[in-house]
């Protein structure tokens, strides 16, 4: 199914995309008292549907959701989220991809620090916060599983495939 000409990495990334928002779904009917709609923001930021590049991101894009999401944390706890914070922060947080040399998953970085320093109404700023910082964590986790779980297919489905070219 995977193999050879089958192995179509559009195909592969829907089927990424599908089964790591079936489990963020599957999470959201099991506990909906949770926002766990900040998980599955996360699988499309964290997935990527060229695999090589996915595979080579995944981890920079990861380290960058964390990043944006203790810099969003800082600003509910230390400042108070305005607009002004909000830009410094996200000075901040350009800057600090770039000192940690991953410039290029900077713009996820953005998105959590967006999801995280958004203010609700609800609850106190830094439970929310605390909150999407796990909800992000987890969707992270979520599509990191689903991309090497999907890896090991492709390796092991292609695996006869090559062992059939070396007898001939």
């Known amino acids: 199914m995977l193999t050879g000409q089958h ?44 695999r090589e590049k996915s595979r080579l991101l995944v981890f920079s894009r990861i380290k960058a959701n964390f990043l944006g999401a203790a810099i969003g944390f800082l600003i509910l706890l230390v400042f108070q989220a305005t607009f002004v914070s909000f830009c410094i922060a ?47 964590t987890c969707g992270c986790l979520i599509a990191l599983s689903v991309i090497l779980f999907f890896d090991r297919l492709v390796i092991m489905f292609s695996q006869p495939e090559r062992n059939d070219a070396a007898k001939n």
Do not use: D
Request: glycine share 0%; proline share 7%.
């Open 7 to 50: 192995e179509n990495p559009v195909f592969i990334y829907i089927l990424e995309i599908l089964s790591a928002s079936l489990i963020c779904y599957f999470l959201y009917l099991s506990f909906p008292q949770y926002q766990l709609i900040w998980a599955m923001i996360y699988i499309p930021v964290v997935i990527s549907p060229i």
């Open 90 to 136: 996200a000075a901040a947080t350009i800057l600090l991809c770039r000192a940690l040399k991953i410039i290029a998953t900077a713009r996820s970085a953005l998105l959590t620090l967006v999801s995280v320093a958004i203010p609700q109404h609800i609850e106190p700023l830094h439970i929310v916060a605390a909150e999407r910082i796990i909800f992000v």
